[in-house]
């Protein structure tokens, strides 16, 4: 009997505090989602469920081959956490397919409705044009109506990326989810390695 081969998976301590990246050597969903609401999670995937039971996470988000998770609070030392995930993702990770399906994607509600929105806008309006100049806006967080966004790739350091935040971005974003409240840069602009401009 063949056993399955081993998951592997990398933890990254973010900028945000209370935030880790985790990547996995395989894909888990094909494009961008997030989840903050474990019974949702409980209903519609077992692996995001497990992740939840971990305990003291207030969003996941999955993008490809990569979990952004989100404590509720700041913890003092991200190992622990990040190999009680690192076990809960294995143990629960499909053998095939995402961990998620497309079908669970109309049935989200409240704050994870709204983040799906953004996601819409940034995914179909706003990543395509950033690219021709080598770079993409994501959001990194969440809290109420508020986004936190980071712009990355030729768009981190350019002299035009506050202009391209304030009236593309921010306006792009507004006239399609008009209940967002404050839009936050959270850029590390003097990081950019290969501004456009």
Request: hydrophobic content about 40%.
């Given at each position: 009997?063949?056993?399955a ?37 409980a ?11 971990t ?5 996941i ?19 622990e956490y ?6 809960a ?6 053998g ?11 049935q989200?509600e ?23 100049h080598?770079?993409?806006v994501?959001v990194?967080?969440s ?27 921010e ?27």
């Amino acid at each position: 009997m063949n056993e399955a081969p081993e998951v592997r998976i990398t933890a990254e301590p973010q900028a945000r505090p209370e935030q880790c990246l985790f990547r996995f050597d395989r894909i888990l969903f094909p494009g961008t989602v997030y989840v903050s609401d474990p019974a949702f999670a409980a209903e519609h995937s077992p692996f995001l469920h497990a992740l939840f039971e971990t305990g003291g996470i207030r969003g996941i988000q999955v993008r490809h081959s990569e979990l952004l998770v989100t404590l509720a609070q700041k913890p003092d030392d991200w190992r622990e956490y990040a190999r009680a995930i690192g076990s809960a993702a294995r143990a629960s990770l499909p053998g095939e397919g995402e961990v998620l399906s497309d079908a669970a994607l109309a049935q989200f509600e409240g704050h994870d409705a709204f983040r799906a929105k953004v996601q819409n806008v940034i995914d179909t309006r706003l990543n395509p044009g950033l690219a021709s100049h080598g770079g993409f806006v994501e959001v990194v967080d969440s809290i109420g109506m508020d986004l936190y966004l980071n712009m990355g790739g030729g768009c981190q350091g350019c002299s035009s990326a506050a202009a391209t935040m304030k009236q593309g971005v921010e306006v792009s974003i507004r006239d399609a989810v008009p209940e967002i409240e404050n839009i936050y840069d959270a850029t590390d602009h003097a990081a950019g390695v290969n501004p456009y401009m």
